[in-house]
C-alpha cells in the first residue's frame, strides 16, 4: 500500500502545475479581453504591443513549471542570438512539449511575446485558447490538399501590416514522429522514396505548403529562418530503440531529465524562393537533422550518444523571469475566487468565453 501512494504521488506531480495553467486562464482571458475592447479604436500596432506583454506574462508562468518546477536541464548548441529577430522557426515535431521548447529559446532572446504558431485546424476549437491563439497571430491550416494558401497569406500580410514582431513556430513534418505508430514512419519513408528524396529514420518527410507560403510572404519582413532540432534524453529503451517522446504530463511529473537543443540561424538569401526548390531544399534541412538525431540515439560511440555535436551550453533560466508572473496571475485569479460574484464571473468566463470563441473561429479564420 505505501509503494502504491508513492506511486500515486509522484504520478500527481503534475496535478499543482495543470491546475494553476488551466485555472488562470479565464483570468487571462478576462484581462486581455478588457484590453480588446480598450484598443478597439486605436492603431493595431498598440493593441499588439500590450498584446504581446500580456502573452509573455502568462508564457513566463507556463515556463516556471516546465523548467523551473521540473528542474530540467536546457541544453544548447549552436548559434541562438542573444537579440529579438522576425523569424520563422522550424523544428522536428514528437510531442506536445515542442511548443514549450519554442518558448524556451523564444524568453532567452526576450522575444517570449512574440511567440505565434501555424497549428492545425482542429485546435481552433480548443477552450479559451483556440481563439486566443488566433486572435494572437497563430495561423491555423488544414492539411494537404484542403491547405488554404491564400488565407494564410491573408493573415500574414494582416501581421506585417501592422507591424507585428514575428516568432513563427512552424513543424514542416504537420504530424508527430512517434516509434509507437510504425505505419505513419513508413508511409512518409515510402513517400520519399517514390518522389526520389533520402529517406529519413528519426524525422518524418516534411511538407513545404505552409512553409513557403511564410518564407515567400514575410522574405522582406524576416531577419532569419531557425532551423531547430529538438531531443528529448532518457527516450532510449533497453535495447536501445527510440520510445515516444515525453508528454506535457509526463515531462512535469520530471521524467524527462535533459532536452538538447540545436539552433541553426539561416539567412534569407541561403534559402531558395520557387517552391519546387524550396521544397528539395527543406528536405536537405531534415537531412541534417536526421544525421544529428542519429548521432544522438544510435552512435556507436556509447560516450557520443545523448548529446549533439559541437560546443554546447547548459542555459538555465532565472526564477526572476517566471515566478513574478506565476505570483501575478496565481494572486489575481485567488482573489476572483475568494468572493461570489468573482466566481460566478470565472465560471462565466470559461463557459461563454468558449461558446463565444467557437462561434468566432466557426465564421473567420
Same mark, same amino acid.
Given at each position: 500500500?505505501?509503494?502504491?501512494?508513492?506511486?500515486? *504521488?509522484?504520478?500527481?506531480?503534475?496535478?499543482? @502545475? #495543470? #491546475?494553476?495553467?488551466?485555472?488562470? #486562464?479565464?483570468?487571462?482571458?478576462?484581462?486581455?479581453?478588457?484590453?480588446?475592447?480598450? +484598443?478597439?479604436?486605436?492603431?493595431?500596432? /498598440?493593441?499588439? %504591443?500590450? =498584446?504581446?506583454?500580456?502573452?509573455?506574462?502568462?508564457?513566463?508562468?507556463?515556463?516556471?513549471?516546465?523548467?523551473?518546477?521540473?528542474?530540467?536541464?536546457?541544453?544548447?548548441?549552436?548559434?541562438?542570438?542573444? $537579440?529579438? &529577430? $522576425?523569424?520563422?522557426?522550424?523544428?522536428?515535431?514528437?510531442?506536445?512539449?515542442?511548443?514549450?521548447?519554442? =518558448?524556451?529559446?523564444?524568453?532567452?532572446? $526576450?522575444?517570449?511575446?512574440?511567440?505565434?504558431?501555424?497549428?492545425? =485546424?482542429?485546435?481552433?476549437?480548443?477552450?479559451?485558447?483556440?481563439?486566443?491563439? +488566433?486572435?494572437?497571430?497563430?495561423?491555423?491550416?488544414?492539411?494537404?490538399?484542403? /491547405? $488554404?494558401?491564400?488565407?494564410?497569406?491573408?493573415?500574414?500580410? *494582416?501581421?506585417?501590416?501592422? %507591424?507585428?514582431?514575428?516568432?513563427?513556430?512552424?513543424? @514542416? %513534418?504537420?504530424?508527430?514522429?512517434?516509434? &509507437?505508430?510504425?505505419?505513419? !514512419?513508413? =508511409?512518409?519513408?515510402?513517400?520519399? %522514396?517514390? &518522389?526520389?528524396?533520402? !529517406?529519413l529514420k528519426h524525422v518524418l518527410t516534411p511538407r513545404v505548403k505552409a512553409t513557403h507560403v511564410a518564407i515567400d510572404t514575410m522574405k522582406d519582413y524576416l531577419d532569419a529562418v531557425y532551423d531547430v532540432t529538438v531531443a528529448y534524453e532518457g527516450t532510449v529503451d533497453h535495447k536501445g530503440q527510440r520510445k515516444l517522446a515525453p508528454s506535457m504530463t509526463e515531462f512535469l511529473c520530471k521524467e524527462c531529465p535533459r532536452v538538447h537543443i540545436f539552433i541553426d540561424r539561416i539567412e534569407l538569401k541561403d534559402i531558395p524562393e520557387e517552391q519546387m526548390y524550396m521544397r528539395r531544399w527543406l528536405h536537405e534541412r531534415f537531412e541534417v537533422k536526421d544525421k544529428l538525431l542519429i548521432e544522438f540515439y544510435d552512435a556507436k560511440d556509447s560516450k557520443r550518444r545523448n548529446k549533439f555535436p559541437g560546443k554546447s551550453v547548459h542555459s538555465k533560466l532565472s526564477l526572476k523571469k517566471t515566478l513574478p508572473s506565476l505570483l501575478f496571475l496565481g494572486g489575481l485569479t485567488a482573489s476572483m475566487l475568494l468572493t461570489e460574484s468573482g466566481r460566478k464571473l470565472y465560471i462565466k468566463t470559461w463557459i461563454y468565453g468558449t461558446l463565444i470563441g467557437c462561434l468566432w473561429v466557426s465564421i473567420k479564420p
Open positions: 500500500m505505501l509503494l502504491s501512494l508513492v506511486l500515486h *504521488t509522484y504520478s500527481m506531480r503534475y496535478v499543482l @502545475p #495543470a #491546475a494553476v495553467m488551466m485555472g488562470t #486562464a479565464p483570468t487571462y482571458m478576462l484581462a486581455w479581453g478588457a484590453w480588446r475592447l480598450l +484598443s478597439a479604436v486605436l492603431p493595431a500596432r /498598440f493593441y499588439r %504591443e500590450v =498584446d504581446d506583454r500580456l502573452y509573455t506574462i502568462y508564457q513566463s508562468m507556463v515556463l516556471f513549471f516546465f523548467e523551473n518546477y521540473t528542474g530540467v536541464q536546457v541544453i544548447i548548441y549552436g548559434d541562438l542570438p542573444k $537579440n529579438k &529577430e $522576425n523569424v520563422i522557426y522550424l523544428s522536428n515535431h514528437q510531442c506536445t512539449v515542442d511548443w514549450i521548447i519554442a =518558448d524556451m529559446l523564444a524568453i532567452r532572446q $526576450n522575444a517570449l511575446g512574440h511567440v505565434r504558431y501555424v497549428l492545425k =485546424d482542429g485546435l481552433k476549437w480548443l477552450p479559451l485558447y483556440g481563439w486566443y491563439f +488566433s486572435q494572437h497571430g497563430g495561423v491555423y491550416v488544414k492539411r494537404s490538399a484542403k /491547405f $488554404n494558401e491564400k488565407e494564410m497569406r491573408e493573415k500574414l500580410r *494582416t501581421q506585417m501590416k501592422a %507591424e507585428t514582431p514575428m516568432y513563427l513556430v512552424i513543424f @514542416p %513534418e504537420g504530424t508527430r514522429y512517434n516509434p &509507437e505508430i510504425p505505419k505513419v !514512419i513508413a =508511409d512518409s519513408q515510402s513517400f520519399a %522514396e517514390k &518522389e526520389g528524396l533520402a !529517406i
